[in-house]
């Protein structure tokens, strides 16, 4: 496995195809993209235990759109819709919107309102992850080998040997 080769897919990805929600990826490129990412996250955490930055929710933040398109892409190679990745980044906003203002409310009215937004918290925090899950098992499911209708089916990626053609 070429270390660098899984880099280079991550940078083309973020690089070419910042917001690309058209067209097919495969499910090898997919997880190694979804590997890289997951280094680069820890690689920020670390950083922002030693500096003191909010660099993990920086990296978070910037890369949402090029995970939502890679994500859109890879459920489009299953067959399915691309725009169910929304019912994630949806969810996922209205729970941490909650949780500030959870936050928020707790620090001006006391406890007393912490008990009641808890409740909802948790109904909250159950759909994320039921989205969570139908989205992980859609992404492990094998692509479609024939044209589907968003596209040709992509080329078989293959971290061993480094790709020099754009995606």
Same mark, same amino acid.
């Given at each position: 496995?070429?270390?660098?080769?899984?880099?280079?897919?991550? &940078? &083309?990805?973020?690089?070419?195809?910042?917001?690309?929600?058209?067209? &097919?990826? $495969? &499910?090898?490129?997919?997880?190694?993209?979804? @590997?890289?990412?997951?280094? $680069?996250?820890?690689?920020?955490?670390?950083?922002?235990?030693?500096?003191? !930055? +909010? !660099?993990? =929710?920086?990296?978070?933040?910037?890369?949402?759109? +090029?995970? =939502?398109?890679?994500?859109? #892409?890879?459920?489009?190679?299953? /067959?399915?819709? %691309?725009?169910?990745?929304?019912?994630?980044?949806?969810?996922?906003?209205?729970?941490?919107?909650?949780?500030?203002?959870?936050? !928020? %409310?707790?620090?001006?009215? %006391?406890?007393?309102?912490? /008990?009641?937004?808890?409740? !909802?918290?948790?109904?909250?925090?159950?759909?994320?992850?039921?989205?969570?899950?139908?989205?992980?098992?859609?992404?492990?499911?094998?692509?479609?080998?024939?044209?589907? =209708?968003? %596209?040709?089916?992509?080329?078989?990626?293959?971290?061993?040997? #480094?790709?020099?053609?754009? @995606?």
């Amino acid at each position: 496995m070429d270390l660098q080769a899984i880099f280079d897919n991550f &940078r &083309r990805t973020v690089t070419e195809h910042y917001f690309d929600m058209n067209g &097919r990826v $495969g &499910r090898s490129q997919f997880w190694y993209f979804v @590997l890289a990412y997951i280094a $680069g996250a820890i690689v920020a955490a670390i950083l922002q235990a030693v500096v003191f !930055l +909010p !660099l993990a =929710a920086l990296y978070n933040l910037a890369m949402l759109l +090029p995970s =939502a398109g890679m994500g859109a #892409r890879r459920l489009q190679d299953t /067959g399915r819709d %691309g725009k169910i990745v929304w019912a994630f980044i949806i969810v996922a906003f209205i729970s941490q919107l909650f949780a500030a203002i959870t936050l !928020l %409310g707790a620090m001006s009215t %006391g406890f007393l309102f912490l /008990g009641p937004a808890l409740a !909802l918290s948790w109904l909250i925090s159950l759909a994320l992850l039921v989205v969570s899950v139908v989205l992980i098992y859609f992404w492990c499911q094998p692509g479609d080998p024939l044209p589907n =209708a968003y %596209g040709p089916p992509p080329p078989v990626f293959d971290p061993s040997q #480094r790709v020099t053609t754009p @995606l």
